[in-house]
T-cell receptor, first 112, second 115 residues
C-alpha cells in the first residue's frame, strides 16, 4: 500500500513569490494535515482538511492557505513568501475522525 | 493548553546499550500519545502509540513505551540499540476527545548511536 506522497521534493523561490505544495493521502484516508518544520521552531500544526472542508487551522497568517480536492489530495499555498517560510513542509493523512496521522516525506521549501 | 517536553535534546549511546528517551506532557484533557522517528532528510515514521488499554505499548524496530498517567510521562525505551537507530525522535500528543486534528510535538531528541 502506497504511503503519503508529496511533491515537489524541493522547491526554491524568492521573496514575494507564491509556492504551491501538493499532497496525496493514503488510499482510503479522507483527512489531510499540514505541518511546518522550521529550523529552531520545531513541528508546528498548519491546517487540517477533511471531506473538502478546512476543519482547523494553526497560528499562521492568512497567506498560508490550502484546499482539498474531491479525490482527497490537497494543496498548500503560501503567498508573499518571506525568508522565514523556509522549512520542511510535512503532509499527513488519516482515516476520517481517526487519531493516528501518517506522514509523507515532506517538501523542502527554500526562500531566497 | 497542551504541551510536550522532551527532556533531552541529545542522547549519545554506544551500540547494543539500552536507551531511554524521556517525554512529559501537560494537558487538562485526556490525550493520545505518539512517538515518531525522523531519519535525515525524511518525513516522520510512526514508532508506536498509546490510545487506551495496557500502559506498556510495543512498537516497530524493538521500541516500547510506557504511559504513566500520574507522572504524565510517556518514555520511549529500547533494550539494545543499533547504529541504524541514529535519528531524531519526536513525542507527540493529540486531544483524546473532540478531535482538533492538531498533533502537538515535543522539540525532539537526537539519538546518536556510536560504534
Amino acid at each position: 500500500e502506497a504511503g503519503v506522497t508529496q511533491s515537489p521534493t524541493h522547491l526554491i523561490k524568492t521573496r514575494g513569490q507564491q509556492a504551491t505544495l501538493r499532497c496525496s493521502p493514503i488510499s482510503g484516508h479522507t483527512s489531510v494535515y499540514w505541518y511546518q518544520q522550521a529550523l529552531g521552531l520545531g513541528l508546528q500544526f498548519l491546517l487540517w482538511y477533511d471531506e473538502g472542508e478546512e476543519r482547523n487551522r494553526g497560528n499562521f497568517p492568512p497567506r498560508f492557505s490550502g484546499r482539498q480536492f474531491p479525490n482527497y489530495s490537497s494543496e498548500l499555498n503560501v503567498n508573499a513568501l518571506e525568508l522565514e517560510d523556509s522549512a520542511l513542509y510535512l503532509c499527513a493523512s488519516s482515516l476520517a475522525g481517526a487519531d493516528t496521522q501518517y506522514f509523507g516525506p515532506g517538501t523542502r521549501l527554500t526562500v531566497l | 493548553a497542551q504541551s510536550v517536553t522532551q527532556l533531552d535534546s541529545q542522547v549519545p549511546v554506544f551500540e547494543e546499550a539500552p536507551v531511554e528517551l524521556r517525554c512529559n506532557y501537560s494537558s487538562s484533557v485526556s490525550v493520545y500519545l505518539f512517538w515518531y522517528v525522523q531519519y535525515p532528510n525524511q518525513g516522520l515514521q510512526l514508532l508506536l502509540k498509546y490510545l487506551s488499554g495496557s500502559t506498556l505499548v510495543k512498537g516497530i524496530n524493538g521500541f516500547e513505551a510506557e504511559f504513566n498517567k500520574s507522572q504524565t510521562s510517556f518514555h520511549l525505551r529500547k533494550p539494545s540499540v543499533h547504529i541504524s537507530d541514529t535519528a531524531e525522535y519526536f513525542c507527540a500528543v493529540i486531544q483524546g476527545s473532540g478531535n482538533t486534528g492538531k498533533l502537538i510535538f515535543g522539540q525532539g531528541t537526537t539519538l546518536q548511536v556510536k560504534p
